[in-house]
Every structure is written in structure tokens, then in C-alpha cells.
């Protein structure tokens, strides 16, 4: 049985649920040499403010990903079968059938307004980089990623997963790959002016492809929130 809301297979959304509901991270396919060294003159620390004008929408992202969520499924959903808790066919299938659709569209409306919560970017990172070291805060916690240092395992989905962290030219990036082969990828990229830091988040392997591009300014920390006591994650 094939159940669909709003056009989309239950299936499908579950799928994407999977990808955005773990902390995002890495890239898919070919493995990458990560270098535990930054290229020279290369800094990312600093305080950043984010600044929504240059950075992705994170619903025109979600909304994207159900069009083609949507496209992939394609074809007429097949009919509910309500059955009763022994197994036969409902006495009441046609109130039973609706009752099954609007718990299915409820389910779903919390599923994405979920998923787009997780998709908001952090209004503020505070970045401390040193040698083969990358610290990034922020209200969500502490992440501490070593440089070079190999894959390591972390949780990731419904179980575990491997992850790696490092420089990959002017990137620094952090790739977590989960036992599905779903994989995740956020890159922090700096400005040949040294004034904007460009965060990627990436999705792919086993589940749907989504790209947020979050775009943020030097700031002087002054009026912010304190991160110094934020735990990690």
C-alpha cells in the first residue's frame, strides 16, 4: 500500500526526514584528501553574524525538494484499504479512509514545519581556529572538528556513521557518511576580502539532494548572546 500526502509518497518524506533530521555535516561519492593544515594566511576565527539578504530560504529549499520529491513519485497513488484490528476489510471504510488521509496530512505539515525549523541557520558563529583545529559555536552548541585526523564515528540517522574533518584548498570541511550511504557535508569558506563566510550544507548518497547557502558578516560580538558556556553536541 502506497500512501501519498499532498502528492508526495509517504515514503519519500520519510526519506527526506532521515537526511534533515541528523546533524548536518558531508558529500557523497569519492572520497576527498583532507589536509590538517590551513592554506597560509588563512583564518576563519572571528565572530559572524548572519545576513538573511544574501543567504538561502530555507522553506523555497524544502519546497523545492517536495516538487522534485513529487516528480520522482509520479503516477496515481494506489487506494486505501482500510483494515480493522484483526486484519479484515473496515466496516466503515470510506469514514475510516478519511480518518487515515487527515492523520497522514497532519503528520506531514509537522514533519516539514520540522524540517524547516532544522533548516534555520544560526544567527550568529563564533569560530576559533588553530593549528589542525576548527571550534564553531553557536546557540545549537559546540562542535569540535580535528583537522586531518582520519574518520571518526559519530551518531548520524538511525545509527551510527563515520565522519572526517579538514582543508580541502580554501575550504574546511566536515563530511559524515551513515551506513545507508546517505551522506551530509557542511563547508565553511571565507572571502578573498576576508569580510563574508559562505556555510554550505550538502546532502546526498542515499537520500534526497538539498544544498542552504548561509551567508555571514564580520560582527564585533558586542549586545550578542554569550557562547561561552554553550555545550557540545
Known sequence: MRISVDGMPIRAALALALVLLTPLAPRAAAARSL?????????????????????????????????????????????????DASGRPSADPEGDRDAIIDQNRRAAQMLWARLESLLQSPGRLQLTQTPGVLVVKSEDGTDEFEAGGGRTIV?????????QAGWHHRDFIVETRGGDGTTQE????LDPAGNLLLVTRLSGGGGPRFVVRSVYVRGNGKGAPDLSRVPAT
Open 155 to 163: 551518531s548520524f540517522g538511525n545509527g551510527g556513521g563515520e565522519r
Open 35 to 83: 589536509d590538517a593544515e590551513a592554506p597560509k594566511d588563512l583564518d576563519l576565527s572571528g565572530d559572524w553574524q548572519l545576513d538573511p539578504s544574501q543567504s538561502d530560504d530555507p522553506h523555497q529549499v524544502l519546497l523545492a525538494a517536495r516538487a522534485k520529491l513529487i516528480r520522482k513519485g509520479g503516477g496515481a497513488p494506489r487506494p486505501i484499504v482500510p483494515l
Open 186 to 189: 557542511r563547508a565553511y569558506t
